[in-house]
């Protein structure tokens, strides 16, 4: 049994039962991605979460669910970078301040100056309006490398609270959900990718794209489904390949293959001006090894352009110049089984 009671109080009416149900079983599914933290740390948590469950009493998200489940959901994706105890913390409180009432120095009694900072610099990000749309992608995404480079922390929180957002995105009305999908495009996804978070990127650049363009959006997304087990067998086929071959080599290595993203089919269509049946490299297969071989990764490289040959102009060498977020690797484009184009990144 927990330190505190996270059953609904005996007194409360049957839909305030209800809402305390789903808010303890959301805690409860959080405290269990929390193993990596101390007890003393998970126990500030617990206190946190009181907090914010009292706070937000009573009030619902669009979906009907208790809006204490939002800050829960932001704190479990800050879980999946096993962020610390502070920054768990500021995720459960990030919207107290704001919507609540509860006083910066109400947070730094109870939980510290860098936790009232987190959730005071989270409230201030959200707090900023500007006059033109111009302005607010180039002032907004200045306030936020500023913010970042302050405490990469608030950065990520704002990311796991957007993209908790982005996944309810329908139930707002069209005008916001414009604006919103608009700003996600334009701010929240290239910091996600510049942060190295290349799975949000694309997640989040995915749901801006539904509603910035949802006629390109459908007709994409009908197209792929259609070809998708045509697909998914020649992705197995090449990984097989690959595999055999890193194998007769005793190259130790993992091979994955996945489809590209949406946005980024429909981006090289649109800057390329071609038709979806003219996009090739509709598989991206990577080839990952241990961080310490860098040097085989070379090695890798010449095994595949022996294997399969490469397309001139496309090998990017990440390694011998890494991006901005230190991201390394080997980028090349060979012509695969069946004269498909296949992207390979070791």
């Keep these: 049994m927990s330190h505190f009671d996270e059953s609904p109080a005996p007194t409360r009416n049957l839909a305030e039962q209800e809402a305390a149900l789903a808010s303890a079983a959301s805690f409860a599914h959080l405290l269990s991605k929390l193993d990596y933290l101390e007890a003393a740390d998970i126990e500030l948590v617990r206190s946190a979460y009181r907090l914010a469950d009292a706070a937000h009493a009573g009030q619902k998200r669009q979906t009907g669910e208790p809006y204490i489940t939002h800050p829960i959901a932001v704190a479990e994706q800050c879980t999946v970078w096993r962020l610390d105890a502070s920054a768990i913390i500021a995720a459960l409180l990030h919207d107290t301040m704001e919507d609540c009432g509860v006083s910066k120095t109400d947070i730094a009694e109870k939980f510290g100056g860098a936790v009232a900072d987190l959730v005071d610099g989270l409230t201030k990000l959200d707090k900023i309006q500007f006059a033109t749309k111009e302005e607010s992608q180039a002032e907004s995404f200045r306030k936020m490398l500023l913010a970042m480079a302050r405490d990469v922390r608030v950065i990520l929180v704002k990311l796991a609270d957007r993209i908790h957002n982005m996944r309810s995105l329908h139930l707002m009305k069209r005008e916001k959900r414009e604006r919103i999908a608009r700003e996600t495009m334009d701010i929240y996804a290239p910091l996600a990718n510049r942060l190295g978070i290349n799975s949000m990127r694309m997640e989040l650049e995915d749901l801006a794209f539904q509603y910035i363009a949802p006629d390109a959006y459908n007709d994409l997304t ?57 996009v090739y490299d509709l598989i991206a297969f990577r080839i990952i090894l241990d961080a310490d071989k860098e040097k085989s990764c070379y090695e890798v490289l010449s095994i595949v352009h022996a294997l399969w040959k490469p397309v001139p102009g496309r090998f990017k060498d990440y390694i011998a110049m890494p991006k901005a977020n230190n991201y390394k690797s080997l980028h090349t484009t060979v012509i695969g089984p069946y004269g498909e184009r296949v992207e390979i990144q070791i």
């Design 222 to 278: 009908a197209k792929i489904v259609k070809s998708n087990e045509a697909r998914n067998r020649y992705t197995e086929e090449v990984k097989n390949i690959i595999q055999q071959e890193m194998e007769k080599y005793s190259v130790a290595c993992k091979v994955e293959g996945r489809a590209k993203h949406l946005y980024s089919i429909y981006k090289k269509m649109h800057e390329q001006h071609i038709n979806f049946d003219e």
